[in-house]
């Protein structure tokens, strides 16, 4: 990808169990957000955080950032079937050049 | 609006024929953005705009791809002369200017070129 990539590419989980997906990425960056993307929609933005920022929570999502390691995850806990969908990664650098990872698709069974 | 409008949601489009996409942006969101998303997911960045001015457009195929932002208008995203490759989901996104504010993003146009 432009900027980097996601792992797994794929996870397959059971309702009620927590689902972590991970976000590597090359450059400096400003920011990280992720996005939801169910099939055949648009993207719908999660959260933001910030470079300065090392750990942010909303509701049931909960994701961390390492700068010095150049990575991110995302915790979805107590996952539900409608949490299904693929989950990307996108990063701001401080030029306003946005990059998106190559996103995990989960699927979470009820 | 409160949301980014793609028009149309699906285009069809024999081989060579001429696309044109329409994005209108949030009001009050100074920036544009357009990515091309084909079947393996990854979204492909093509160009940015700052208000009416090209931001950054070092994704585009420069040969048969335009945009334009212009005011009081949509956005819009011309493909002259289009190839099977172009088959894909284009989105287009809107953002605040500070650096702080994710994107918005409309829900995409289907070109299917046939």
């Known amino acids: 990808s432009q900027q980097g990539e996601e792992d797994p590419q794929a996870l397959s989980i059971q309702e009620g169990e927590n689902a972590t997906m991970n976000c590597s990425y090359k450059?400096?960056?400003?920011?990280l957000q992720w996005y939801r993307q169910n099939s055949g929609r648009g993207l719908v933005h999660l959260i933001l955080?910030?470079?300065?920022?090392r750990e942010k929570h909303s509701g049931r999502l909960r994701v961390t950032l390492d700068t010095s390691k150049k990575s991110s995850s995302l915790l979805i806990t107590a996952s539900r079937a409608a949490d299904t969908a693929s989950y990307f990664c996108?990063?701001?650098?401080?030029?306003?050049?946005?990059?998106f990872g190559s996103g995990t698709k989960l699927n979470v069974k009820p | 609006g409160e949301e980014v409008a793609q028009t149309p949601k699906h285009l069809v489009r024999g081989e060579g024929q001429k696309a044109k996409l329409y994005c209108a942006p949030i009001?009050?969101?100074?920036?544009v953005f357009w990515y091309q998303q084909v079947l393996k997911n990854e979204f492909k960045f093509l160009i940015s705009?700052?208000?009416?001015?090209?931001?950054?457009e070092t994704g585009m195929p420069k040969e048969r791809f335009s945009a334009k932002c212009l005011p009081n208008s949509p956005c819009s995203l011309e493909i002259q002369a289009t190839k099977l490759e172009d088959s894909a989901v284009y989105f287009c996104a809107s953002s605040q200017s500070s650096a702080n504010y994710g994107y918005t993003f409309g829900s995409g146009t289907r070109l299917t070129v046939v």
């Open positions: 009001k009050g969101h100074s920036y």
């Open positions: 996108a990063t701001r650098d401080n030029f306003n050049k946005f990059y």
């Open positions: 955080i910030r470079s300065n920022e």
């Open positions: 705009f700052q208000n009416e001015n090209v931001f950054d």
């Open positions: 450059t400096s960056i400003n920011n």
